[in-house]
């Protein structure tokens, strides 16, 4: 199937410790995102990736770093884990560029991510 | 700042009836919108896009609306099924952003 596929789906950890979640995509993509949603439902971009070029939100701290081994992976490291980063993330990727808006996205199934 | 907004509360709709959702911006200037569907525990699914320069789109029984004067787009749902119920969420898009912005949704209930 095609698709963009996240793992793992459920993460539950402590305060203080460093995770991974993956991204893989078989579409063809060029351009990767990572978004976050919170207890709200709200979607907020944190990452944008094209072809190994990575645009980053300043919002975002620094504990949070994507990483690109190729153009179809785009895995997200979270450092130092605190309670405020509990949320669902999401992967998602498109044909084109966001400032070109040709193409819709297509999103994982998300990452559900506690910390206790 | 830039703020997209939509309606806050739950819509209830009985079967058969047309939904329509709505979605606000300021402070925006979007080259694009696009509407997604999200279903619990799901990620969201792309439905339609629409352009600045356009009045109207349709794809099936889902009709789009862009009026950059109201900074409004309305998103109908005609002949509404219960399978319809999710939350649906409207999106912006910039000719200088590098990703999509997102509002925050709004639950649509369809009820025999």
């Known amino acids: 199937d095609t698709a963009v596929s996240q793992t793992p789906k459920y993460l539950v950890t402590q305060m203080g410790n460093d995770k991974s979640i993956k991204c893989e995509q078989n579409l063809g993509h060029d351009t990767m995102y990572w978004y976050k949603q919170d207890s709200k439902k709200f979607l907020k971009i944190m990452f944008s990736y094209n072809n190994k070029e990575l645009i980053i939100n300043e919002t975002v701290p620094n504990r949070f770093s994507p990483k690109s081994p190729d153009k179809a992976h785009l895995n997200l490291h979270i450092n130092s884990l605190e309670l405020g980063d509990s949320a669902v993330y999401f992967c998602a990727s498109s044909q084109d560029q966001a400032w070109q808006g040709i193409y819709g996205y297509t999103f994982g199934s998300g990452t559900r991510l506690t910390v206790v | 700042s830039q703020k997209i907004e939509q309606n806050s509360e739950a819509l209830n709709i009985q079967e058969g009836k047309t939904a329509t959702l709505t979605c606000n911006y300021t402070?925006?200037?979007?080259?694009?919108l696009q509407w997604y569907r999200q279903d619990p525990g799901r990620g969201p699914v792309f439905l339609l896009l629409i352009r600045e320069n356009e009045k109207e789109k349709r794809k099936e029984r889902l009709k789009v609306t862009f009026d950059t004067t109201l900074k409004q787009s309305l998103f109908h749902i005609t002949a509404s099924q219960p399978a319809d119920s999710a939350t649906y969420l409207c999106a912006l898009g910039s000719n200088s952003g590098y990703a999509l912005n997102f509002g925050k949704g709004t639950s649509l209930l369809v009820t025999p």
């Open positions: 402070n925006y200037s979007p080259a694009y």
